[in-house]
């Protein structure tokens, strides 16, 4: 068998560009990109298929100090990508010094796998500060080998695949070979209105959101979908909507816009908010959406 297949797992510190590498190694926008922290909060596959090989990216949320369950959910799926990686793609940014976890940082030093350190955001750089931060972290995680990139400007990213597929496995496919990922429709309609309201709004309300997709039905021409956007106050579910509806119906023309993309479909869509009280710390609600998988 000459085929090749493996997992690639993304992980770092929030707003490092993990979800804007993955998106540019698999073409498509599978994970959402804000400039907010906790933007990512599930385990998202990306795939990659050629004729000889199959690579399954999983982008991760950024690591953090968990201050509520969902956080603690959000980090065991970090967890999680240390378990089954194949190769691990640690990033890093311009400037950045650190880890945010020091269990997480050994983890990446004692690793047992390939471990490739992406310098990302060099675009934002000079020749003399990206030599500096290249030999410090040489010296932090001796057991990487470090490619400076720039995801978002799409530089040195296929050179780093390349060295992907020479560090693949030999294995089977673990997916069909059309398959682009591991996600249903719903979950890219639910992130897709999760990103609009990352974008339009601020301070607490984005991260008590959470996005339930109750129908989605496709036919030839169309997809009709009806959405609930969950808070967790009454205030809250005011501000979504806004004056006479007006904030909720440009998260709605938004998102539509970027559904229409991804699914090259028109798409009628309907957004109703509803308020869930404290489903942060809900285990049940957490199950319910997808986090809290142990």
Same mark, same amino acid.
């Given at each position: ?21 993955? !998106?540019?190694? *698999?073409?498509?926008?599978?994970? #959402?990109?804000?400039?907010?922290? =906790? ?47 194949? #190769?691990?793609?640690?990033?890093? +940014? ?62 040195? *990213? ?32 639910? +992130? ?7 974008? !339009?709004?601020?301070?607490? #309300? ?29 205030? =809250? ?16 023309? =938004? ?15 309907? #957004? ?12 049940? =609600? ?9």
């Amino acid at each position: 068998m000459s085929h090749k297949a493996g997992f690639v797992n993304i992980i770092g510190n929030p707003n490092v560009g993990k979800s804007t590498l993955m !998106n540019a190694m *698999v073409g498509e926008k599978l994970s #959402i990109i804000t400039s907010k922290a =906790q933007t990512t909060r599930h385990r998202i596959f990306g795939i990659v298929n050629d004729e000889d090989y199959q690579i399954v990216f999983s982008d991760t949320p950024g690591i953090i100090k968990p201050a509520y369950d969902l956080q603690t959910s959000m980090m065991d799926f970090v967890k999680s990508a240390f378990s089954d990686a194949d #190769i691990l793609i640690y990033m890093v +940014e311009i400037g950045e010094k650190e880890l945010k976890d020091e269990d997480f940082f050994n983890k990446i030093i004692n690793a047992k796998i390939p471990v490739l350190l992406l310098l990302n955001k060099i675009d934002k750089s000079n020749q003399e500060l990206l030599e500096e931060q290249v030999q410090t972290w040489q010296a932090k995680v001796p057991n990487a080998e470090i490619f400076p990139i720039s995801a978002l400007e799409n530089f040195n *990213v296929k050179e780093v695949l390349n060295r992907i597929v020479d560090l693949l496995p030999l294995s089977p496919p673990y997916y069909p070979k059309d398959a682009l990922t591991d996600k249903p429709e719903r979950f890219f309609v639910n +992130e897709t209105i999760r990103e609009k309201i990352l974008l !339009n709004y601020d301070k607490e #309300i984005p991260y008590a959101v959470e996005v339930e997709t109750e129908e989605f039905l496709e036919d030839e021409k169309i997809i009709r979908i009806r959405s609930v956007i969950m808070v967790e106050r009454d205030t =809250q579910k005011g501000i979504i909507i806004g004056h006479k509806g007006a904030a909720l119906k440009k998260v709605g023309m =938004q998102a539509r816009a970027d559904l229409e993309l991804f699914f090259d479909k028109q798409i009628h869509i309907e #957004i109703f908010v509803k308020v869930n009280k404290d489903w942060r710390n809900n285990a049940f =609600q957490l199950r319910r959406f997808g986090y809290n998988q142990k």
